[in-house]
């Protein structure tokens, strides 16, 4: 797959993804009236919502299919900077692009299932094979003569299908309220869904604004290499942020448990919790990755856009800030109460469209967008903080001395380490083949960790790592 493909795929991926935030939002309310049922001991409030949810959701997916058969098919075929000889192509990818978020609706919607009962050995199993998969089905294209975007389109909606399968058939077998039966439409529940979804809905539509339609705007106002490189910079900034996404994923029902059971210091201690060591997982694998991201890409592409690199460490820094908020997010919605969250925050959101839209039109380069994400959300990062601050009762002048001040000093001694080392063994960057080099970015590699270890945890946490880091060892070697 050739750089002018490979923007092809993300430009026609992120159109898709325009009409993700009816499932987005789903799947966030199907966690949160799971997690909250499980927490009051409900088990016929489970079977209620589980229903609820099902018959949202084929809603949702029709109502989305509808839009993209005709608005979206109108878009790629008149207004997408396609070439004539693609554009067959491009509307083969597009549908099977539909038809694989089509499926993929419903392994969401059994993925938060799975989420609310915390069994996230399964789902981090299934996210595995997933991303083995995925990478298989890459590997595949080169080896088929037929045209490999469609081929892999076609790919894609096989592993979508499976994963989706996989999951029905695990809830089926293990929750009582997911095993197949009659649906019955409750309307109270149904309604009251339906309520927490407004605000919610209206925060997926800003986000999936704010992310995909950036990629379409990039694709109007550069060339197929700049349009790559943003490609490359959110798929890298995407992998980088998954593990610490399934970390706070874990804690999503832990908190909402609280919310509903009234206990609110054990909810305070989730969040402080969660906040830092997010971030901090982030950051092990951010800083050395800014740090040496020439090399990772010549080692992964060999050759690869000029702006690659820009971005991916603008993108990078972005996942840092929206990282730590991670757990702030699911407080908010443990409280059921969205309105001026989703209001403030959503607003926030579709600045960094407007603002983007309008530095393109000026003439910026294309990095300015990622300028404009960044400065955005570092004020939702505050608005987020006072608003769950005063929804909750969050002690926010604990939450900065406990989570704010240990990840600042982190992250300014371990960048300047780095820095100094870069700049001792500037080879360090691009992995050149000497010891001297190779040696420096093995110590840039280590070095957060060791910062984080000796300055962002406290006592009682590293304490904590010992025990866990024992009884791992001695599970490695068949001690009991």
Request: charged share 10%; with cysteine.
């Amino acid at each position: 797959m050739g750089i002018n493909d490979f923007a092809l795929f993300n430009v026609i991926v992120s159109v898709v993804m325009l009409g993700s935030f009816l499932p987005g939002a789903l799947g966030t309310i199907t966690q949160r009236y799971f997690s909250f049922s499980i927490g009051q001991g409900d088990g016929a409030a489970l079977k209620r919502v589980h229903d609820a949810s099902l018959l949202l959701c084929a809603a949702a997916t029709l109502l989305i299919a509808l839009g993209l058969e005709t608005l979206g098919t109108w878009f790629v075929a008149h207004h997408l900077a396609v070439g004539p000889e693609r554009s067959f192509v491009a509307q083969a990818l597009f549908q099977l692009t539909i038809l694989s978020f089509i499926v993929s609706n419903f392994s969401g919607l059994y993925s938060s299932i799975v989420m609310a009962h915390e069994d996230m050995h399964v789902f981090a199993l299934f996210s595995v094979i997933d991303a083995i998969l995925r990478l298989g089905a890459v590997l595949c294209i080169e080896l088929l003569a037929a045209d490999g975007l469609i081929v892999y389109g076609l790919m894609l909606c096989g592993i979508s299908a499976g994963l989706a399968a996989a999951y029905w058939i695990f809830c089926s077998r293990r929750y009582a309220e997911c095993r197949p039966g009659r649906i019955r439409l409750e309307t109270a529940t149904l309604r009251e869904m339906l309520g927490f979804a407004g605000w919610t809905v209206f925060g997926q539509i800003t986000t999936v604004s704010r992310n995909q339609a950036v990629t379409v705007l990039i694709n109007q106002a550069f060339n197929p290499a700049t349009v790559a490189a943003r490609a490359l910079a959110v798929s890298v900034s995407a992998q980088a942020l998954a593990f610490s996404t399934n970390f706070s994923a874990a804690l999503h029902p832990p908190i909402i448990k609280a919310h509903a059971a009234g206990e609110s210091e054990r909810m305070f201690f989730l969040i402080f919790a969660g906040s830092k060591i997010t971030f901090f997982l982030v950051w092990m694998g951010t800083l050395p990755m800014m740090a040496i991201m020439p090399g990772i890409l010549a080692l992964w592409l060999g050759d690869y856009p000029v702006e690659t690199v820009l971005f991916t460490r603008l993108a990078l820094i972005e996942n840092v800030i929206v990282a730590i908020s991670f757990p702030l997010m699911t407080a908010a919605r443990a409280t059921g109460q969205m309105r001026l969250y989703e209001i403030s925050l959503g607003s926030l959101q579709l600045l960094v469209l407007v603002l983007s839209w309008l530095l393109v039109r000026a003439g910026y380069p294309a990095y300015s967008v990622y300028l404009a994400a960044i400065a955005v959300n570092l004020a939702m990062f505050a608005v987020r903080l006072a608003i769950v601050s005063n929804l909750t009762g969050l002690p926010a002048a604990v939450y900065l001395r406990r989570v704010l001040l240990p990840v600042l000093l982190v992250v300014g001694v371990s960048s300047g380490l780095v820095m100094a080392i870069m700049y001792l063994a500037p080879g360090a960057e691009a992995l050149v083949l000497a010891p001297g080099s190779l040696g420096a970015a093995a110590l840039i590699c280590i070095l957060p960790a060791c910062v984080i270890y000796v300055l962002g945890l406290t006592g009682s946490e590293r304490r904590t790592l010992h025990v866990a880091i024992r009884r791992r060892l001695a599970k490695f070697g068949g001690r009991p």
